[in-house]
């Protein structure tokens, strides 16, 4: 589980981390996008840290730090929506 | 993981899914702004700036063994995604000798590919396995 972090004002983001995101500062962002690893079924996942809430606290995740154990990642559209 | 801040997040929690689970959601509520992850995930959709329904399950070296996307209408199937985790469980523990067939649950025998079985399917599987 991640460490708590401070929570200011702004909204924490988080985002791809490691291969994904390996594209240098002189590359346009065009460039980039298109290196941007997608997943493949079978492969390794793409490596990501995000800010969450849990159990009352703000924490930042990284996937990579769930190796060892199984991990059901699920997206979906908003909170307070209803299905 | 959706597109909506940790303090929604929070306020989600507290508010309505606590009164549906005791104590409220166990495991992290990740945040994605901006569906940065999402697009790495490819179930960003850029149109409605939300993220659809996609559910991943990821092994303990972390190789995708089984995802499913839904568009935001049609919620998904629980029972469903335990019963792949097993299957991959299984699997797994196995080293890879067993395999399970169509409509596998546990309980049910599964099937040890290799030379003897080729062509032999139809003795150790009978169509009505693959239902309920």
New interface residues.
């Given amino acids: 589980?991640?460490e708590e972090v401070d929570?200011g004002c702004a909204?924490?983001?988080?985002?791809?981390v490691g291969e994904?995101g390996a594209a240098s500062d002189e590359e346009t962002k065009n460039e980039s996008k298109e290196r941007?690893?997608?997943?493949?079924?079978?492969?390794?996942?793409?490596?990501?840290v995000?800010?969450?809430?849990?159990?009352g606290k703000?924490?930042s995740?990284k996937?990579?730090e769930?190796?060892?154990?199984?991990?059901?990642?699920?997206?979906?559209?908003?909170?307070?929506?209803f299905? | 993981m959706s597109i909506d801040s940790v303090f929604v997040h929070k306020m989600w929690d507290e508010h309505e899914l606590s009164k549906m689970v005791k104590g409220g959601i166990p495991f992290p509520m990740l945040s994605d702004a901006g569906g940065k992850v999402g697009i790495v995930y490819g179930v960003y959709d850029d149109d409605a700036g939300v993220e659809t329904r996609g559910r991943f399950i990821i092994d303990p070296e972390g190789i995708l063994r089984g995802y499913e996307v839904l568009t935001p209408p049609v919620g998904r199937n629980v029972s469903e995604t335990f019963r792949q985790i097993q299957a991959f469980q299984l699997v797994r523990n196995s080293k890879d000798t067993e395999a399970t067939p169509s409509g596998w649950k546990p309980g049910k025998p599964t099937l040890k590919p290799g030379p003897d079985l080729v062509g032999k399917v139809w003795e150790a599987w009978k169509t009505d396995m693959a239902f309920d």
Avoid: N
């Fill in positions: 589980m991640g929570v909204r924490p983001t988080g985002g791809p994904t941007t690893e997608m997943i493949k079924i079978g492969k390794k996942v793409p490596d990501f995000a800010p969450a809430y849990h159990q703000f924490v995740v996937l990579s769930y190796l060892g154990k199984w991990v059901l990642l699920c997206f979906y559209p908003g909170d307070f929506t299905v």
